[in-house]
């Protein structure tokens, strides 16, 4: 098979896939019908849960026992809940905080 054939189809496979990830909720719990309790608790959890996980995630690999401490790390964290308590725009808050630590990082640290 052609590579340009073989790289169109899988393309398209992982756009048909998307697409029906994207629609699946739509179809399963439509308009107007009343949704599972289960469905409702874990929309109102897992935000807050993934929320969690990232920043476990994020803080794994931080050395506090050698330099530079975990000071770049902390000092970002604390510009990002700075900034959203001030402002309230995630986006805004997170790019934040990815600039403020890469230049701490590659300047400072």
Request: with cysteine.
């Amino acid at each position: 098979m052609n590579i340009n054939i073989h790289a169109l189809l899988q393309v398209l496979v992982m756009a048909a896939v998307i697409a029906f990830t994207r629609f699946l909720p739509f179809l399963a719990f439509p308009e107007g019908r009343k949704r599972p309790r289960v469905i409702t608790y874990l929309g109102s959890v897992l935000p807050y849960a993934i929320i969690g996980m990232l920043v476990v995630y994020c803080f794994k690999g931080v050395s506090v026992v050698s330099c530079p401490y975990g000071l770049p790390e902390l000092i970002a964290a604390a510009f990002v809940v700075g900034m959203h308590v001030w402002l309230r725009n995630t986006l805004i808050s997170v790019f934040g905080g990815v600039a403020v630590y890469m230049a701490l990082v590659q300047l400072v640290f």
